[in-house]
Every structure is written in structure tokens, then in C-alpha cells.
């Protein structure tokens, strides 16, 4: 796409505009159905999470990228030292 250079703003064209609200109506639909084909949306944990070596949080990250969610938290670090 070329860059165009205007010295004045009243040189510049007006923004584009479509036809009508329901196309974009139709376009927002679409690109949801679009999203919704391509999977559930995951959400990270809330909080913050301390490691005690980067190999331990890169494994915890792929436990989590593998969909084990829920065994994550079981096999979080205690505190007391084990």
C-alpha cells in the first residue's frame, strides 16, 4: 500500500464508511462464528505464581498449554519446603 503525503488536512480524503450498521453488524457475526470454530477461549489463572527455577515454571506453563488445567494445581510446589 503506498504512503500519500498531504500538506494540508484539507487535502486528506474523508474516512470510509460502509453502506449501513448491518454489514458491520454482519462482519462482527462472522468473525465471531469464525472464532468459535476455532476452539473454546482458555483463560490463565488469576494471581501470581512463584517459581523456584525457570525449568519449573516452563513445566508448569506446558502442564497448563496441555489442557491438564485442573492438575496444575496438584502439582504446585508446597511451601513447606518438600
Do not use: K, N
Not at 5 to 28: C, I, T
Amino acid at each position: 500500500m503506498p504512503v500519500r503525503r498531504y500538506r494540508d488536512v484539507a487535502e486528506m480524503p474523508g474516512p470510509r464508511r460502509s453502506a449501513s450498521a448491518l454489514e458491520g453488524l454482519a462482519a462482527a457475526c462472522a468473525a465471531s462464528s469464525l472464532s468459535r470454530a476455532f476452539g473454546t477461549l482458555r483463560q490463565a489463572p488469576r494471581g501470581v505464581r512463584r517459581f523456584r527455577s525457570v525449568e519449573e515454571a516452563d513445566a508448569h506453563r506446558q502442564r497448563w498449554e496441555a489442557g491438564a488445567a485442573d492438575d496444575v494445581e496438584a502439582h504446585e510446589p508446597t511451601t513447606d519446603g518438600e
